[in-house]
């Protein structure tokens, strides 16, 4: 249960207050709590974490596989050229800064009660990247 009290904030707007509104009188956006916005921070923290820790263990498995081509106990092997593999493992940083970057962003909400604006639209441009992304994958092949 909300405090009475309890400071509520305006994603869209920034618009802040300690009266208990439901909407944002500038913008009319959803208010929420502080503790709201907490516990959204945390959803965001775990999921970047997964997020980069998932991509950090499949980086390392196609590494094993880039390294050892001719290991007659590998069950494949990487057939691409340099590019091919420069690529690979650029959409692979590019999604764990994505995920380090939502779990800043977590962080930042948990600790401070509010979202912050440069890092938010950060992951906005991150994640236009990773389509742009997607989009050249789907033009190439």
Known sequence: MTGI???????????ETKNPLG???????HLRTTAQVKRL??????????L????AGLTVTVAQLVWH????????????????????FGIFAVVMIFGLTSLAAGIFQIKHGRRNR??????LALAGVL???????????
Request: some cysteine.
């Open 41 to 50: 921070g945390m959803v965001m923290a775990a999921l970047g974490g997964f």
């Open 118 to 123: 440069k890092v938010v639209k950060m992951i």
């Open 23 to 29: 909407a944002c009188p500038q913008c009319g956006h």
């Open 131 to 141: 389509v742009a992304a997607g989009c050249l994958v789907q033009i190439i092949l």
């Open 52 to 55: 980069t820790l998932f991509m």
């Open 5 to 15: 009290n309890e400071t509520r904030i305006c994603y869209k707007c920034d618009y």
């Open 69 to 88: 081509p001719f290991d007659p106990r590998a069950s494949s092997s990487f057939t691409g050229g340099p590019e091919a593999l420069l690529f690979i």
